[in-house]
Every structure is written in structure tokens, then in C-alpha cells.
């Protein structure tokens, strides 16, 4: 072979490895931009309040949010068995048993569940138990703690924390501060894709509006919303108006949905408000709710 037909040998063949190169590249943009990032609501309305989310990313992480109380353990691992038994990052808003106590029970007994990294609000234990209500529970947060010790993949988050994610980007509005209680511990944060955002906002009240506002009003509008404290008090008017979701996300059962005595709950109010803000309105009358995020 003379060294022409050499030259032309190697050439034809860094062709072919550009070419397999360029449409690897391009297979993967187009599929990343074909397949959006899945976000499930999950719940039951047989009288219970919880709070289960999954976000499923297009190249097959999983992502689950609280999960609801010890009672819901069988629901969680179904979700998460079926998405490859493995949770490649677990947000645990605050350490109250509707949202903590299916991990709980699944992290102290995984039977084949991997759990890859977990990220909680940082709360003060010892001030929450000498302040804890008997409605707290406090006997889950301590839990949680005692199964967190020496587990190395636990961050806990702060606000104004940023960081990128299986290709979303994440920020921390708001988080455990001293002195601050369970449901005003909750975390409040954003995951971001290309195009749209969930907004996730945990348990705070109501007086927590003003401060989030104050601090971060121009980064809150997002296209997916979980409306705080299960759709019963949480945040303000205001701060739902600066949201302004395409979806709302109402994790409330029906007692609380269509109240029939004179209590003083406020979804029917709040679903009232979301829906005549132009946002398609998801229960758990018909969850499993799924969305996809681009």
C-alpha cells in the first residue's frame, strides 16, 4: 500500500468516527429535547393528608420528594421499584410524619432500594422538641436524625443555595432558620429545565409570605406549583399571584377540598382562587397527577 492510499485509508476513517461522533451528539440533544423531565403527583383520598412527589429525569434518574407518612411505605416502594429501585436524590421538606415517615421506614429497612443522596432542611432539634405541639410528632424528626447519622450523602440545604441537577438547575428560597418550627422549616425551592419550573413550598404559613417575597420576588414565578400546607392556609394571595402556575398541585384530601361543617379550612377558597387565575387545578381525586417539564 502506497502512502496516498494510506493517507486516503486514514481520512476516509476519521470521516466515518466525525460522523459517528456528530450523530451521537445529535441523537442527544434530540432526545433530551423530546423527552421532558415527568413530575407525578401522588395521593390517596381516604381522609389522609400526605405529600409524594416523583420527578423522573429523561435519562432515567429519580427524584422523589417527601413521600407521605409510614403508612404510605408500600406506595413509595412501588414508585420506586418501578422507576429501577433507585433514588438518585430524596428531598425531605420538614421532618413532619406526612412527609418523612415513609422514608423513614424504607431508609432503615431498604430491601433492595438504593437511596443515593438525600437533602433536608436543617432544623434545630433541641429547640423544636422543647417547643414541639403533640400534632408535631417529634418523635419522626428524632428519627430521622438517629437513621442520618454517619450517612455522608445528606446535605442539608440553606436559602440561596444553587446548584445544577441531572440538568435542572435548583435554588433555595427559603429554609430551617433558628427558633423557626417545623412547618416554617420547610424547604422552598425551585427546580428549573430549559423552559419550565416546579415550585415546591413545602408546609410554611402564611407569615413566611412577606420574607420570601421581600427576598426573592423576581425568581418565584414558576409553571408548576405544590400549594403550601396541603392547600390549607399556607402562603398569601400575593405570593400565588407572583407565581402565577399553568398547574397547581393540591395535596389535600377531600375533607379538606369540600369541607361539610363549619371548620374553618380554606382550600375550597384557595382552589377557587388558583383556578380563576387560569391554573389547571390537580387533586388527589385524581392522582396519580403527571405533568411533563421541558
Known amino acids: 500500500m502506497n502512502t496516498k492510499t494510506k493517507i486516503r485509508k486514514v481520512l476516509v476513517i476519521s470521516e466515518i468516527l466525525l460522523l459517528l461522533i456528530i450523530t451521537i451528539i445529535a441523537y442527544r440533544v434530540i ?32 427524584i422523589m420528594i417527601d413521600g407521605g407518612s409510614a403508612e404510605d411505605e408500600n406506595q413509595v416502594r412501588k414508585i420506586i421499584n418501578e422507576h429501577g429501585g ?20 424504607i431508609f432503615e429497612d431498604p430491601q433492595q432500594i438504593k437511596v443515593k443522596s438525600v437533602y433536608a432542611t ?28 454517619g450517612y455522608e450523602e445528606l446535605t442539608y440545604l440553606h436559602e440561596n443555595d444553587e446548584f445544577d441537577m441531572f440538568g435542572l438547575s435548583l435554588k ?9 418550627m417545623a412547618n416554617n422549616s420547610s424547604l422552598v425551592f425551585k ?34 406549583l405544590q400549594m403550601a400546607h396541603h392547600g390549607n ?9 407572583i407565581v402565577h402556575p399553568s398547574v397547581a398541585f393540591f395535596d389535600a384530601p377531600k375533607w379538606l377540598r369540600e369541607p361539610t361543617d363549619d371548620s374553618t379550612w380554606n382550600t375550597p377558597y384557595l382552589m377557587d382562587l388558583m383556578s380563576n387565575m387560569g391554573a389547571n387545578v ?8 403527571t405533568v411533563k417539564l421541558y
Open 31 to 62: 432526545t433530551h429535547k423530546s423527552n421532558p423531565y415527568t413530575i407525578t403527583q401522588y395521593g390517596n383520598d381516604e381522609g389522609l393528608q400526605k405529600m409524594c412527589y416523583s420527578v423522573l429525569t429523561p435519562t432515567g434518574e429519580l
Open 282 to 289: 390537580m387533586t388527589y381525586e385524581t392522582t396519580p397527577n
Open 172 to 180: 433555595v428560597f427559603h429554609a430551617a432558620k433558628p427558633g423557626v
Open 122 to 149: 436543617d432544623i434545630d432539634y433541641e429547640n423544636y422538641k422543647k417547643k414541639a405541639k403533640e400534632w408535631d410528632k417529634i418523635e419522626f424528626c428524632k428519627r430521622f436524625l438517629e437513621l442520618m447519622e
Open 86 to 105: 433507585t433514588v438518585h436524590a430524596w428531598f425531605l421538606t420538614h421532618p413532619h410524619d406526612d412527609h418523612i415517615g415513609a422514608f423513614n421506614e
Open 233 to 241: 392556609g399556607g402562603l398569601s394571595d400575593e405570593f400565588y399571584d
Open 191 to 224: 427546580l428549573s429545565g430549559k423552559k419550565q419550573s416546579l415550585l415546591i413550598t413545602g408546609d410554611v404559613g402564611i407569615k413566611l409570605s412577606d420574607e420570601i417575597i421581600a427576598n426573592h420576588k423576581e425568581d418565584l414565578k414558576a409553571d408548576y
